[in-house]
């Protein structure tokens, strides 16, 4: 007689299912993920937005400094053991801590945790962080070094 574990037995129904139910455990345990998260960082969670789609938005205060809260967010994210994107537009700036299928994203307005980078020479304007996230300050060639990857 062979024994299996709980988890076993879990991971072998749910390689026989179809796909839409081996997307919805999927997301089940992102979304397990995504609280286990906020739970071990009650400060982040105070301020986040769960939408039932792929992301979380989690805004600074307006009391914060935008940038040292991204950060921070951004380091509590790798000690959780998530993968961190750095992203920016010409709207907003600030992470995407990944959790599986889904994210939560640390951000705040441009203007607030960017700096404009001109890259190439017809005016090509991508937007980069004002700092690495370790929290250390940018300079230019850094910046266009971030939007370049």
């Given at each position: ?29 992102a979304?397990e ?77 441009a ?16 937007y ?22």
């Open positions: 007689m062979t024994i299996t574990s709980p988890a076993q037995t879990s991971e072998t129904l749910a390689s026989k299912q179809p796909t839409s139910v081996r997307d919805a455990l999927e997301y089940a345990s979304y993920q995504v609280a286990a998260f906020l739970a071990a960082n009650p400060d982040l969670a105070e301020q986040a937005t769960v939408h039932l789609a792929r992301y979380t938005h989690i805004v600074p205060p307006a009391d914060a400094d935008p940038v040292a809260f991204i950060v921070d967010a951004a380091k509590k994210g790798r000690e959780f053991g998530a993968t961190i994107e750095e992203w920016a537009d010409g709207k907003h700036g600030g992470v995407k801590i990944h959790l599986g299928p889904l994210y939560v994203s640390v951000y705040t307005t203007d607030r945790v960017c700096r404009k980078v001109v890259v190439g020479v017809i005016e090509d304007v991508k980069a962080l004002v700092v690495d996230l370790d929290g250390n300050p940018r300079k230019d060639a850094d910046q266009a070094e971030a939007v370049a990857q």
